[in-house]
């Protein structure tokens, strides 16, 4: 506006200057005369209930239809679907289905479960999403660090080998409590909890628990009988050693590795050429049936490899009966059931949104936790235990082709015919392949990349992410979050009280006032002060010391004035509240001792752009009163008046 | 800037936009290239040492007396020490002195010691203050909430009444063990510890404290014999009904009573009549007096009354031999003393500062705490207990004319003599009038209107006031503190994470942009959608929902827009991130799904006056390239560049 100030002539100037003086009072009005902020709770209903409670009704008339409709999408996406999607999502199916039913044995075993009940579980859950679900490109079934941690919880509640009919009781139960909590968090519109788990603290976590999960399959490739019952990576290479010295399999530890290698070299394959992905994808089913071909037909099991041998055929029964809610472990259970819903729902949303976000649609959380609660309160019901999206097969799923849930569906036919028709094939599979199985899918849950991606941009995000991976690795898997959970938490509200101020100046050129760090070329408008705050609260824990902060660099500024002028001239401090979210009552309290201070120290205080809650508390307690109304919209117009209104009274 | 922009013919207007576009242009270079902003270690070597390393030398060219007058300000102020002052000083001593000697033996028996214990907290530490402390108006000596603090916890570990030398070790202990607390947090200016407990808890703590404190003096009063170690309400409440109905002494309560009275009503008068404020003050010392002849003359304990009987004379006996770090409890008792320093600081430090400030003066918190730390180590190696400012007493200090901490050595000489030689006429003091004495000081720490105001004007401060208030009244001290404590911090996550965007539009006749609900007169700058994230931070928390909030927002807008002009208009979000604090990896991952989700909606992604942190970040995560360079140095420059690039474009 300066620029222009120049042309005008001398009465005009004047005449703006009057109007530009009527402007900045108006303004000021308008600062000091806000309506009222809604209060706390009318936030929280606003955030509960954002719709006022009423549903889209976009469809058009039929309430009941459109109810339905946005419980079962299914009934949405199903009219419009054609047979080429059909041939896509059967392909696709068969695909996840092959990499799917070994996965599902080896997880089972890792949560120390019958081999069946890993097949079970890619039935009812996979059926119960494609129906309720909004992905179109997730897998569902059980994944390798859900089943590390009910294996590592529930054995501290029950022993697996002593009491595998009570073990299994336990983690059924659990899968029932899982999604009731899920069912809730989708309900209750409670979708920020999953939230809690921040990125890096999930990314060190994964990296932790593919160790664990690796380190646990040490047993299974080296044929060993005795095993520690903990995870951390002390216990468990002690364990190991110990045991390798007493007796081990050689047989067992070469079958195991050669397929590893074999389904490595798939993979690495598969990665280089696009096209040949399948074969990385229908590897590990090829290794089961090679291996079980090998020792069925030299007879190894006789020479010490340790085989799968009976796995019960047939389809899920029943397990209402099983579960459990009067023993002694049900709160104990609860609990591992609300750590597992949140790890699973973590898991899959992580999945499915980065899917969608690729194909450019929207997921909505909260349908999507009701879809996981009812597929494992269901699955509780059907002997399967918790399922959720999994990273390695819904990326098979998604380079396979599939369109909608419908593979899901596929996948889930396929696995009831295997159970049906094909189990009794499996007696003579090696249990050394089910552990290279899951070693091969650990490599996707360790991303070197992200890490070091965090490292590069937050430091203190890292700290969470080591924290989460050190934990998991060498306490336990509960710990690892714990310390995740914690520093994420820490870290926001030390960035939120980070006590300490910027020192503004205005940009060339602008009215525009930004801090002189950050924009060198911005000048300081001796001899005003004006300052910021860092952060965005100004409460209990930092007012004291921003306080101080202010006093001292007042001071200071003005005996440089001193020093530089020779006399001591009036000084100005103009405090920038438009980055301030909130303030409290110790916060309004040292701002008075701030501006007592300052004036007996001959400095005024101004206070520029205040949020409507930071300007409707300082109303309330009067300090606006306390300053002499010195409040204004803009740095700009506060330096102008201020100046003004001092050049008038010299 | 338009208003002006009429009067310039158009070549000149041509002219101009060309420059501003150029200027434009160089600013969002200018907000780009930032210098690196400094790193977490940086920050906080920045906050621990702030002068990196040097004295304040102003004085002069003695560093040792420079030292030695910065450790002991006594040496500054008494060279203009001057005998008016020390008339003042003499008169206030002498007023603090009668009111002390009565409450120091009350508190000491609050305490669970002997009443001398009282009297020797109430020379040691004021003598020290009087040479290391700053503030001219504290009153130092035992106070009733450390008093109720230590017998409530030091109890636990050790039974006053079967073990009482044991039971005095350990608070010599805690003392010594608080006194090195304070001293270590003044040391490595940790002084911020103590504004940890908010202004609202304190206010909320104090009051619930008061009650127990009260309730504590039922048995005093009522000269009970059996009562519960117990501090909360119900528990006392019950001891008292039980105890009352075996047997109490109406005379004891007479007393107690009757001079309760006296004192309340000279305080009554003395409020109201500012110049008889010393009748209020002495009211203590007189019903001492007047309580312990009536005794005496009626020999009233033949009949019932309870007196304090022997209290033994002489100064403080040494007691560096009594201090025990090697038992069973020196854990818990340094745990206790970490309490106890704390809240002895807030005591303290709300004190002297409330003073100050109203005397215009300057307090150091961390040299307070030096020398609170320094009162309470060699006050544990003298007999005496935890000392702090006294509330009540220092404001009696102040209303008596005190000028400087000289009012302190006076009191403590008073003392001294006190109990060289006026011991044995305290044996007739009856114990009812040490009660009355307590509970007549209590009304000043349960503030009412203090409560009122944060009510008023802060309703989470207030929750986190009621639960201290409630936690101390019904649990116990440490879980009341626990419960404020707690609250305060998640009041703070909750603000620094609150979800949820501000609508912003342009200020009439400025280049402002502010919250439409703050600022009804603000205008939509339409077909932009401009928004601000209501929080400081974007983070794991929030982001998701912030995120999906936006994309509703703009969507919403859209359509708008198409039933409003019946066509599809391109969209532009711009988003204000002037106030954003900070950002996370998860927040930075949130932003690119926004941006996608936009752009698969037609709608562009614009970004304006990011800060330090922030833009980093994202030049760092290569958020700004994948935007296309949208950003912006204000909201103004942004709506202009991009609605003119549209319009080129149609």
Redesign the interface.
């Known amino acids: 506006?300066d620029t222009?100030a120049v042309?005008t002539t001398p009465t005009a100037q004047e005449m703006l200057d009057l109007e530009k003086n009527e402007?900045k009072a108006e303004?000021t009005k308008?600062v000091l005369s806000?309506?009222e902020?809604p209060?706390?709770w009318r936030?929280l209903m606003?955030?509960v209930l954002p719709e006022g409670g009423k549903f889209h009704a976009k469809t058009g008339f039929n309430p009941v239809l459109t109810l339905l409709q946005q419980t079962f999408p299914i009934l949405c996406w199903s009219r419009n679907y054609k047979a080429t999607k059909f041939k896509n999502d059967v392909l696709a199916g068969l695909t996840l289905a092959s990499l799917c039913i070994p996965q599902s044995i080896g997880y089972a075993t890792l949560a120390r479960l019958d081999p069946q009940y890993g097949l079970y579980t890619s039935i009812v859950p996979p059926l119960i999403y494609a129906v309720m679900g909004t992905s179109r490109e997730i897998a569902i079934g059980p994944v390798a660090v859900v089943s590390l941690l009910l294996a590592s919880m529930v054995t501290k509640l029950e022993d697996p080998v002593e009491n595998p009919v009570a073990y299994r009781n336990l983690v059924l139960t659990t899968t029932f409590f899982a999604g009731i909590f899920q069912a809730a968090f989708g309900l209750f519109r409670l979708?920020?909890l999953v939230?809690?788990?921040?990125?890096?603290?999930v990314v060190g976590f994964m990296a932790g628990a593919a160790i664990v999960i690796g380190l646990q399959q040490l047993k299974g490739l080296l044929g060993l009988t005795h095993f520690t019952k903990k995870t951390d990576i002390i216990s468990v290479l002690e364990a190991t050693w110990i045991a390798v010295h007493q007796s081990w399999n050689p047989q067992n530890c070469i079958l195991g590795c050669s397929f590893l290698c074999f389904i490595l070299i798939t993979r690495f394959v598969g990665k280089r050429n696009k096209k040949l992905f399948w074969l990385a994808a229908i590897a590990p089913l090829i290794s089961v049936v090679l291996s079980t071909l090998v020792v069925f037909l030299t007879r190894a099991d006789k020479h010490g490899v340790s085989i799968l041998k009976h796995i019960k055929g047939g389809l899920n029964p029943s397990s209402v009966q099983q579960l459990q809610f009067h023993g002694s472990h049900t709160g104990e259970v609860a609990k591992i059931g609300l750590l597992v819903a949140v790890i699973a729902l973590a898991e899959a949303i992580a999945v499915s949104?980065s899917f969608a976000?690729m194909k450019?649609y929207?997921i909505d959380?909260n349908k999507e936790m009701i879809a996981m609660g009812f597929m494992n309160i269901f699955g509780s019901f059907s002997s399967c235990y918790v399922a959720t999206g999994s990273f390695s097969r819904s990326a098979v799923n998604f380079s396979a082709g599939c369109e909608t849930a419908m593979s899901n569906i596929v996948m889930a036919l396929t696995v009831i015919i295997t159970l049906e028709l094909f189990t009794k094939l499996l007696y003579f599979t090696p249990t050394a392949i089910l552990a290279s199985i899951i070693l091969s899918a650990l490599p996707g849950l360790i991303d070197l990349n992200e890490a070091y991606?965090?490292w590069?941009?937050?430091?203190?995000?890292f700290l969470a992410c080591i924290g989460a991976f050190f934990g998991v690795l060498f306490v336990s898997v509960e710990i690892g979050l714990l310390a995740a959970v914690t520093i994420?938490?820490v870290?926001?509200?030390i960035?939120?009280?980070?006590?300490?101020t910027e020192v503004l100046g205005r940009?060339p050129?602008?009215?525009?006032f930004?801090?002189v760090?950050?924009?060198?070329?911005a000048i300081k408008p001796s001899p005003v002060l004006v300052l910021r705050v860092?952060?965005?609260?100004i409460?209990?824990?930092?007012?004291?010391?921003v306080k101080?902060k202010i006093?001292k660099q007042a001071t200071e500024e003005q005996e440089g004035n001193v020093e530089e002028n020779g006399k001591t001239s009036a000084q100005l401090v103009i405090l920038d509240m438009?980055?301030l979210?909130?303030i409290?009552?110790?916060g309004?309290?040292s701002l008075?001792?701030l501006h007592?201070?300052l004036v007996?120290n001959g400095i005024e205080l101004a206070i520029t752009?205040p949020?409507?809650q930071v300007?409707h508390?300082l109303r309330?307690?009067n300090f606006v009163g306390k300053i002499g109304g010195k409040v204004f919209?803009?740095v700009d117009e506060a330096v102008d008046t201020c100046l003004n209104a001092k050049s008038g009274t010299l």
Chains 1, 2 share one sequence.
């Open positions: 506006m222009f042309e402007g303004r308008w806000a309506p902020p209060s706390p936030e606003d955030y979708g920020f939230d809690f788990l921040s990125h890096a603290a949104r976000s450019g929207h959380g991606k965090i590069k941009i937050d430091k203190l995000d994420s938490f870290k926001i509200i960035t939120s009280i980070q006590p300490g940009i050129e602008t009215d525009i930004c801090d760090h950050q924009y060198p070329m860092k952060s965005g609260l409460c209990f824990a930092n007012a004291n010391f101080e006093i438009s980055n979210v909130n409290d009552i110790s309004i309290a008075e001792e007592k201070n007996s752009n949020r409507w300007i508390k309330l307690s919209l803009t």
